[in-house]
């Protein structure tokens, strides 16, 4: 009673680690809220919205897979949730219900934070569905040197690119797509990156959506491997090892887009108290 009330919604949701970091970034600054999850039915998204706002909700992060009913629902959108196409942080002001992405925000600080530079970087993002959208403003707005999107069907690759194009040549950044295909027939050719990000879903059943030959040329032992997925070490983090590269996991960009969620919702006041490193480090501990 009396404390503003927040959610995650997704399907499945039971072993969201959103509540844990939400219910210690409150602790951090001293805030009383109280933060649930919801499992709307896979087309129900939009009537348990309506009942949690209705009810008084105040905001809701919006996880697999209702970040696009959320971008339907959300009365305003906020431009880079335009941008990112998809929504994965609510909140209401006014009685106007706001659609934000900090997905892209939160991979950022977190690739900062672990030390890479992205300014002048030659980045390959491998991938071309949501995540990968939601990413790309915010690693544009770096101004990387290059940034190169390799996906299965390179038709998704190549829509990305259309998309991005403007702000890729307003940040001075070469912008290219390729098929996941041409990639590894140029195994030989291919130059080593800087940063290599995979945001496909290979992951999730632990294959590596490039093959050791393409791994070999794509790494050396200055190159930085980042895996959206959480967890575990996968197979795409293992080629990267076996070179030398330096790795990561996606855990700290769940924990900084969920920081970023927080202060949306309770204030910038809170950013001065809140520490999502320390959040992090708990969540590797359990
Ligand atoms: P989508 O379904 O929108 O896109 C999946 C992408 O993966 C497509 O580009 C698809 O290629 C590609 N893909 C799937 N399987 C393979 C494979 N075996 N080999 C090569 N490419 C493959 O998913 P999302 O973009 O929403 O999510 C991608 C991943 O990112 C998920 O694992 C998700 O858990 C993770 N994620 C992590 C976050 C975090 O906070 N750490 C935040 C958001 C997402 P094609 O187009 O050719 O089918």
Not at 150 to 160: C, F, G, I, T
Request: neutral net charge; glycine residues 8%; hydrophobic residues 45%.
């Amino acid at each position: 009673p009396g404390k503003d009330v927040y959610a995650v919604a997704g399907n499945p949701i039971t072993h969201s680690k959103s509540p844990l970091i939400h219910q210690r970034f409150a602790q951090q600054s001293q805030q009383k809220i109280h933060y649930g999850f919801l499992q709307p039915e896979l087309d129900a998204f939009k009537k348990t919205a309506d009942t949690f706002f209705s009810a008084g909700g105040k905001g809701m992060n919006v996880t697999v897979p209702f970040k696009l009913d959320a971008r339907e629902f959300a009365h305003q959108l906020t431009p880079r949730a335009q941008l990112a196409g998809a929504v994965n942080t609510l909140y209401i002001q006014n009685a106007i219900i706001y659609g934000d992405n900090t997905d892209g925000a939160g991979l950022v600080r977190d690739l900062l934070v672990q030390g890479i530079a992205l300014r002048g970087a030659r980045i390959l993002l491998l991938g071309a569905g949501g995540a990968s959208r939601g990413v790309m403003g915010p690693l544009l707005e770096q101004a990387p040197k290059q940034l190169v999107i390799a996906n299965r069907s390179a038709d998704k690759a190549n829509e990305l690119v259309q998309l991005f194009g403007a702000l890729a040549t307003s940040h001075q950044v070469f912008l290219q797509s390729v098929a996941l295909g041409d990639l590894e027939k140029s195994a030989n050719t291919n130059t080593p990156f800087d940063l290599v990000i995979n945001a496909t879903a290979a992951g999730l059943t632990d294959e590596s959506p490039i093959s050791d030959a393409a791994a070999s040329t794509i790494f050396t032992s200055k190159s930085f491997a980042y895996d959206m997925v959480y967890g575990k070490t996968t197979a795409f983090m293992r080629q990267a090892l076996y070179r030398g590269a330096r790795v990561s996991d996606g855990l700290g960009m769940l924990v900084e887009q969920a920081a970023d969620a927080f202060l949306i919702w309770r204030g910038a006041d809170c950013s001065q108290k809140i520490d999502p490193r320390a959040v992090l480090n708990e969540l590797r501990s359990l």
